[in-house]
């Protein structure tokens, strides 16, 4: 017996010489509280805040002073107005060159007649309208007007921008030139016989246009150098004496143009 326990001693104390630590209880892990159930993953690094909101109220005291119209709508920085072009104050919210007539009147025609801005161009001089507004990100454009008087050499070509427009409501083309972007009909210059009323929809999402005339698409196309990215309403025309009885526009006001 007392050789057994000399043995058991020795090797005790020879374990302590070499280091040998009886093996305690198991660590707790960081995910587990006290009851050992599992928290799932650490939390990661806290969500970055968000931008801060546009101040509608300062932007807008801002666009009172361009767009000239009584009201329009504004939500984190996205305007939403509607232009009648019934009162001669309307005519401030555009720059206008190169028009013989500019005036905002009652015209009467033989199958149109209402208050409008009436617009003549002649065909020495390109008659340019451009809107005071630049728009970004997703804009919708939409257009309503007749032809007054029309000649075979007649123009009229909305404009997105210097790049980008739209030829006769219809096709979308260069403004230098009036060459198309990618393939698609010519426009139907028929459509405005006959003091007809055409209604024209633009409609910008990203880097793809689709245009719209009087509830059918007529030309769409994808740019792929940012080219429709912004967008300041213009319409160019020669040659053309016509009324514009409506404008709308939507999209994000780029501030830094105003």
């Known amino acids: 017996m007392r050789r057994v326990l000399a043995v058991t001693v020795a090797l005790a104390v020879g374990a302590g010489v070499l280091g040998v630590v009886p093996p305690g209880p198991a660590p707790v892990r960081a995910d587990e509280d006290d009851d050992g159930e599992d928290d799932g993953p650490p939390a990661g690094p806290s969500a970055a805040p968000a931008a801060p909101k546009v101040d509608d109220a300062a932007l807008r005291e801002r666009l009172g002073r361009v767009v000239h119209v009584p009201s329009f709508g504004l939500n984190d920085g996205v305007i939403s107005l509607a232009y009648p072009l019934a009162e001669p104050v309307e005519l401030r919210a555009f720059e206008l060159n190169g028009f013989d007539k500019v005036d905002v009147r009652n015209v009467q ?32 454009l939409e257009v309503e007007l007749w032809i007054a008087h029309n000649t075979p050499s007649a123009t009229i070509c909305f404009l997105l921008n210097e790049k980008v427009g739209v030829l006769w409501g219809q096709q979308l083309v260069r403004p230098s030139n009036m060459r198309p972007y990618g393939r698609s009909a010519p426009p139907d210059v028929t459509l405005f016989k006959e003091e007809r009323m055409v209604r024209s929809r633009i409609q910008v999402r990203g880097d793809e246009v689709v245009v719209t005339c009087q509830g059918s698409e007529s030309s769409r196309h994808t740019f792929d150098k940012g080219e429709a990215r912004s967008v300041r309403f213009g319409i160019l025309a020669r040659n053309v004496r016509f009324v514009l009885r409506g404008l709308q526009l939507r999209g994000t006001v780029d501030a830094s143009k105003l």
């Open 109 to 140: 025609g033989q199958a149109q007649s209402g208050v409008g801005m009436e617009l003549g161009a002649g065909s020495r001089n390109v008659g340019r309208l451009l809107h005071r507004l630049t728009l970004q990100g997703d804009v919708d």
